[in-house]
């Protein structure tokens, strides 16, 4: 449908040109992998039409970029050319969310650091007697005036 050739033409030309079809570019589904996809789709029961259908064949990202120098419509070649800026939008995408995602740990890092010292004042400041005991020990700093802390010139 995609490119708008029977899917025999298309599995004809895919055999006559394998050579362009590693295994890292096509593979034939498995029938378990084959039943699980037509479960998730609803179909007709193509087995009421002549018999078991041969197992379908299934191409990777870079076998649907060779699909198009195999088959020779006008449509076939936008149609790679669709599927293949789609696949450069999905990288870039992923890309831009690795970092987007690598920046948001270091983000979150950086605040639970901070935040765990706000935290600790908060507790300090929220438990009245340890606070009072605390604050008469500490040192006092800043400005000091003869008169008021005691000590004569």
Same mark, same amino acid.
């Given at each position: 449908?995609? !490119?708008?050739?029977?899917?025999?033409?298309?599995?004809?030309a895919?055999?006559?040109?394998? *050579?362009?079809?590693?295994k890292?570019?096509?593979f034939?589904?498995?029938?378990?992998?084959?039943?699980?996809?037509?479960?998730?789709?609803?179909?007709?029961?193509?087995?009421?039409? +002549? +018999?078991?259908?041969?197992?379908?064949?299934?191409? /990777?990202?870079?076998?649907? /970029?060779?699909?198009?120098?195999?088959?020779?419509?006008? =449509?076939?070649?936008?149609?790679?050319?669709?599927?293949?800026?789609?696949?450069?939008?999905?990288?870039?995408?992923a890309?831009? !969310? =690795?970092?987007?995602?690598?920046?948001?740990?270091?983000?979150? /890092?950086?605040?639970?650091?901070?935040?765990?010292?706000?935290? *600790?004042?908060?507790?300090?400041?929220?438990?009245?007697?340890?606070s009072r005991?605390?604050?008469?020990?500490?040192?006092?700093? +800043?400005?000091k005036?003869?008169?008021?802390? +005691?000590?004569?010139?």
């Open positions: 449908m995609l !490119y708008e050739v029977a899917t025999k033409a298309l599995n004809q895919v055999k006559r040109n394998i *050579e362009r079809f590693p890292r570019f096509i034939q589904l498995t029938k378990d992998e084959w039943q699980f996809l037509k479960s998730q789709i609803v179909t007709s029961k193509i087995e009421t039409r +002549g +018999g078991t259908p041969k197992l379908p064949f299934a191409f /990777t990202e870079h076998g649907v /970029t060779m699909v198009a120098s195999v088959l020779r419509s006008k =449509k076939a070649v936008k149609m790679n050319i669709a599927i293949v800026e789609a696949f450069i939008a999905l990288k870039e995408f890309q831009n !969310y =690795k970092e987007l995602s690598d920046r948001l740990d270091e983000l979150e /890092t950086i605040f639970n650091r901070r935040f765990a010292d706000v935290n *600790e004042a908060l507790r300090f400041l929220m438990d009245d007697k340890q005991v605390e604050w008469s020990k500490r040192k006092k700093i +800043g400005f005036n003869s008169l008021t802390d +005691g000590r004569q010139n």
